[in-house]
């Protein structure tokens, strides 16, 4: 398979029917998280898994205590997790690098 680079300013051809299909242009400065998903990672994320159906936002939950009692209410997790030490990629899994 041949790669081709492209300057930052050139639309491949693969993108083309995005932009022709307008999903790629903004009419307005700020556009919506979902939007910005499907654009960056071409994901519909307000399309329902199961069914294929579109999914509605009901509310944005911004405190913190409201999400806690949301969390709790649908029994998951309201801690964040525990922060651990990044491993040393340069190491196999469960091999410790020798010490010096």
């Known amino acids: 398979m041949e790669v081709t680079t492209l300057a930052p300013n ?3 051809v693969r993108h083309w029917s995005r932009v022709l299909g307008g999903l790629l ?3 307005s400065p700020r556009l919506p998280w979902a939007q910005l998903l499907q654009r960056t990672f071409d994901v519909d994320i307000l399309e329902c898994p199961q069914c294929k159906g579109r999914l509605r936002l009901i509310e ?3 405190e913190k205590g409201a999400a806690r009692q949301i969390l709790e209410r649908l029994g998951l997790p309201v801690d964040a997790p525990q922060l651990v030490r990044a491993r040393d990629p340069t190491t196999l899994d469960g091999d410790e690098p020798d010490a010096a």
């Open 10 to 12: 050139i639309l491949s």
């Open 25 to 27: 242009y903004a009419t």
């Open 60 to 62: 944005t939950v911004v």
